[in-house]
Nanobody, 115 residues
Framework: QVQLGESGGGLVQPGGSLRLSCAAT????????VEWYRQYPEKQRELVAR???????SYVGSVKGRFTISRGNAKNAVLLQVNSLKPEETAVYYC?????????WGQGTHVTVST
């Protein structure tokens, strides 16, 4: 069992940056592949980025070159650096840890991109 907690969201101007963190307790996050999703109001969650146990990363096309997922193993966390944010990327950002058939979600962190 692992508990996940996202942080780092907030209000940022268009073009701004945030660093989102997905911190794990109860287990080492390094044994999980981890994904970041975002959910717009009344929409399904959208996969944004993934990092495997081995460190391979992948991104949805719309964020390539602007978002970076990485492991902050010293903090038992997975980070998502989000740059050049757009107003339409205002959403709740969630992380999910996967190990085999087990999937664990965090509670989400709000990101608002606005002037």
């Amino acid at each position: 069992q692992v508990q996940l907690g996202e942080s780092g969201g907030g209000l940022v101007q268009p073009g701004g940056s945030l660093r989102l963190s997905c911190a794990a307790t109860g287990s080492m996050i390094s044994v999980f592949s981890v994904e970041w999703y975002r959910q717009y109001p009344e929409k399904q969650r959208e996969l944004v980025a993934r990092i495997t146990v081995g460190g391979s990363t992948s991104y949805v096309g719309s964020v390539k070159g602007r978002f970076t997922i990485s492991r902050g193993n010293a903090k038992n966390a997975v980070l998502l650096q989000v740059n050049s944010l757009k107003p339409e990327e205002t959403a709740v950002y969630y992380c999910r840890a996967t190990l085999g058939n087990y999937r664990f979600w965090g509670q989400g962190t709000h990101v608002t991109v606005s002037t």
